[in-house]
Structure formats: C-alpha cells, structure tokens
C-alpha cells in the first residue's frame, strides 16, 4: 500500500529565505507521480508542482522546486525567497501508476515571519 | 484560467438528512473525484469517477453515499442520512482526458459540511 510520511507538523521561514518541506513515501510501483499542493487558511488546494518517478530532472515552478530522490523515497518541496503569502498548510501527495486516487501526507504548516 | 466550482460553500444540516454537494468541473475533463478533509487531518479520497460511472471508491464510500453525472456540467455527491462524523470538508477535483499518474487534479474550494 502506498503511503506518504510528512514529518515535520509545523515549520517557521523567515521572509525571503528559502525552506525545505520534507516528503518521504513508500511504494512498490514503478512508475508514480509525487504532487505537492497548498492549502491557505480559506481552505482550497492549490496545485503547486508535480514530479513523475522517471523524471530525471528535478521538477520546478517559479520559486518552487522538488528535490527528488528516487532511492530515498524522498521528494521535499524547495520553496525560495518566502513570502508572507506562502504561508499555509502544505501536503504531498502521490498517485500509482494504476489507479486514479491521490493518497497525501498530514501536512506540515509553514508560517513565514517578516 | 478555468478552475472547479463547488456550491456551497458552507452546509449545516441536521444528523439524519440527506445532503447534496455540488460541483462543476473544468470543462474539458473527464475524470472527476471527491475527497474529504475532517477538519485538522489529511485528505482522503472517497471516489473518482469516469465515463459515468465509478472506478473507484474508498472503504469510507459506503451505501450512504452516491455520485452523479446528472448533465454535461455538474457532478454531485450525495449523503443520504449525514451523521456526525461526516463534518467535513468536500473537495472536488477533475482532471483531463488521460486518467493517468502523470495527471493533475484540480480542486475546487470545497465544500464545508457541519452536521448538527
């Protein structure tokens, strides 16, 4: 069974340095995608950056970037030059090859102090 | 940029009612989900649903609930008798045509449900 560890509860940034959202999962699959969403205090999910297990190059978007390690079973969420506005509730998640279900992690919420 | 839409945004009912969730997908996608978030806990699938029909369904989809394509726009839930215990957020998503894991699925805002 798919399963998504995000072990950190809660984490503090300060404004315009960049921080690290870990991510860690376990599969049998060969073949997956890792997403990583943003849940602000309204409540929707925003989708922010995907990875897909034969991706060779670590996944960016703008100031976000997934540090991927395969063999780890690792895929934190880089988040550079924070902003006020980054802070939120962030879930990985991960879908199998077969399937269409995403499975997420607990979150961890990140709060960035100017 | 076309995004989800759910009505309404917030639903407070009676223990024992039957409750309908409402959505519109992007339009041009083909599969479409449902997810709950019990407030201060991970999110967790309930279905997904594709050509009409489910393809799949969590453990917690039981018999109370149901989904339903009932035009070329909306995709709905429905709980038949709420209990408590289903005080919950209600996430719908939909992605494009391929169904696969590379897919996004995308969120609409939600639905926030408090049973009384």
């Known amino acids: 069974a798919q399963k998504i560890t995000q072990t950190q509860p809660g984490m503090f940034v300060q404004e315009k340095e960049a921080v690290t959202l870990d991510c860690t999962y376990d599969?049998?699959?060969?073949?997956?995608?890792l997403f990583w969403y943003k849940q602000p205090s309204s409540g929707e999910m925003i989708f922010l950056i995907y990875?897909?297990?034969?991706?060779?190059q670590n996944a960016t978007e703008g100031r976000y970037s997934l540090n991927f390690q395969k063999a780890r079973k690792s895929a934190n969420l880089v988040i550079s030059a924070s902003q006020l506005g980054d802070s939120a509730m962030y879930f990985c998640?991960?879908?199998?090859?077969?399937?269409?279900?995403?499975?997420f992690g607990a979150g961890t919420i990140l709060r960035v102090k100017s | 940029e076309p995004e989800v839409t759910q009505t309404p945004s917030h639903q407070v009912t009676q223990m024992g009612q039957e409750v309908i969730l409402r959505c519109v997908p992007i339009?041009?996608?083909?599969?479409f989900y449902w997810y709950r978030q019990i407030l201060g806990q991970k999110v967790e699938f309930l279905v997904s649903?594709?050509?009409?029909?489910?393809?799949?369904k969590s453990e917690i989809f039981d018999d109370q609930f149901s989904v339903e394509r009932p035009d070329g726009s909306n995709f709905t839930l429905k709980i038949r008798s709420t209990k408590l215990e289903d005080s919950a957020m209600y996430f719908c998503?939909?992605?494009?045509?391929?169904?696969?894991?590379?897919?996004?699925?995308?969120f609409g805002p939600g639905t926030r449900l408090l049973v009384l």
């Open positions: 990875q897909g297990s034969y991706d060779e």
């Open positions: 998503a939909s992605e494009s045509a391929s169904g696969r894991y590379q897919e996004t699925q995308y």
């Open positions: 649903f594709y050509n009409n029909e489910i393809s799949e």
């Open positions: 339009s041009n996608h083909l599969y």
């Open positions: 599969t049998s699959d060969q073949s997956y995608g």
């Open positions: 998640a991960m879908r199998r090859e077969y399937g269409n279900k995403l499975v």
